[in-house]
Nanobody
């Protein structure tokens, strides 16, 4: 069973940056599609970004394109989400998720394993 642990969240002003990390164990990262999702209070969990298994193809939701970058370090079994030019609407709990193989990274139901989440708060 894969285990995912997120870190790197915090409080930042509008226009600032944060880098989230997702440390994975119990899996070989390269073979997995890894996603980042977020959930704001009173809202449903939404897709943010994914990196597809067996390669480096990436997917992003429209509101973060050009501001967020997903990447992975296979040697260290860690996935990153670099978030630049943050906006108050990016405030949410951010979750890392994993599923084996080349999958449609946009769909939460495609993922088998989830982390506990890390809070990101962007002040205006």
């Amino acid at each position: 069973q894969a285990q995912l642990v997120e870190s790197g969240g915090g409080l930042v002003q509008t226009g600032g940056s944060l880098r989230l990390s997702c440390a994975a164990s119990g899996l070989t990262l390269y073979y997995y599609t890894m996603g980042w999702f977020r959930q704001a209070p009173g809202k449903e969990r939404e897709f943010v970004a994914a990196i597809i298994g067996y390669g480096d193809e990436t997917q992003y939701t429209g509101s973060v394109k050009g501001r967020f970058t997903i990447s992975r370090d296979n040697a260290n079994n860690t996935v990153y989400l670099q978030m630049d030019n943050l906006k108050p609407e990016d405030t949410a709990v951010y979750y890392c998720a994993a599923t084996y193989g080349r999958r449609n990274g946009l769909v939460p139901s495609a993922y088998d394993s989830w982390g506990q989440g890390t809070q990101v708060t962007v002040t205006s």
